[in-house]
């Protein structure tokens, strides 16, 4: 089993950036497809972003052309760098393989977009 520990987030202006790191206990070149997903307060939690071991991405349209998803195999590391950030951006962000292992869920990283 591996272990997901996401980092990075925190408090930012809107407009600004923040860029979030998954570390992962073991190798995870073995899976195909990762996943950055959020959970804002009230809401489910919903996918963000994707990237196969191929680094071909998908991002939902509300992300799209500001935040950037990347992996680091060697690293055993998924990245989400996140610009122009919006106040409706605020949430928990989690890794985990996409489609999900219920197993995998970490304790995300909380990132709050306010001035």
């Known amino acids: 089993q591996v272990q997901l520990v996401e980092s990075g987030g925190g408090l930012v202006q809107p407009g600004g950036s923040l860029r979030l790191s998954c570390a992962a206990s073991?190798?995870?070149?073995?899976?195909?497809?990762m996943g950055w997903y959020r959970q804002a307060p009230g809401k489910q939690r919903e996918l963000v972003a994707s990237?196969?071991?191929?680094?071909?991405?998908y991002y939902v349209p509300s992300v799209k052309g500001r935040f950037t998803i990347s992996r680091d195999n060697a690293k055993n590391t998924v990245y989400l760098q996140m610009n122009s950030l919006k106040p409706e951006d605020t949430a928990v962000y989690y890794c985990n393989k996409h489609p999900p292992d219920r197993n995998y869920w970490g304790r995300g990283t909380q990132v709050t977009v306010s001035s």
């Open positions: 990237i196969t071991s191929g680094s071909s991405t």
């Open positions: 073991r190798s995870i070149f073995s899976f195909d497809r």
